[in-house]
Every structure is written in C-alpha cells, then in structure tokens.
C-alpha cells in the first residue's frame, strides 16, 4: 500500500490545499465531485498539481504537515519543478499512479 501527500489547486497561483490519503485517485475525485463540505469544496480548489508518494501513513502525515507550514513561494516552487505548467495531473493519474506506488 502507498500513502500520497498531495496539493491541489483551483487555478494557477490561486488557491492552494494540501492533503494526504491512501487512495489518491479516489480522494482526488472526492474533492473534484465537491462530496464533502469544506476548504476545497467552499473554494473550489480541484486540480491536483502535486503529489507525493510516502511508504508510510505516518510519512504521509508529517510530510502534510510540513508543507502546510511553508511559505507559499516553497510550494509554488515545490509544484513548478515538477509541474511548470499546472496541468491537472488527476486527467493522467492512472498512467503514474501504479507505476510510483510503493
């Protein structure tokens, strides 16, 4: 099993929401679909720009954390070296997803 720190993104340089999850591809279309009430749902912060994979939940855990304490010029630099263009990496989840798993 593979655990996920993720940020999401409701445009580019908008708002930005950071979380972790066992199950990125199913969380991801939780907050996409807005089923459950809250931060990403009230500002509708839906594309997923970063993401993470952690061998475990408590890696997970403090990794989230961490980033949730950096300044946001850390996470804009955090997404653009791996994602200059703030493409919604949900549209091509299944083809990374498997292959970084842990």
């Known amino acids: ?21 066992d199950n990125l591809p199913e969380r991801i279309w939780q907050h996409r679909e807005e089923l459950k009430p809250g931060f990403t749902s009230k500002h ?17 855990k403090s990794y989230e954390k961490r980033i949730k304490k950096w300044r946001r010029a850390w996470k804009l630099r955090l997404i653009e ?5 703030w493409k919604d990496l949900y549209l091509t989840i299944n083809d990374w997803y498997t292959r970084d798993a842990v």
């Open 81 to 85: 070296e791996v994602n200059p263009d």
């Open 44 to 60: 509708h912060v839906h594309t997923l720009v970063w993401a993470a994979p952690c061998p475990t939940r408590e890696e997970a």
């Open 1 to 21: 099993m593979s655990f996920w720190v993720y940020i999401l993104a409701s445009k580019r340089n908008g708002t930005l929401y950071t979380g972790q999850t």
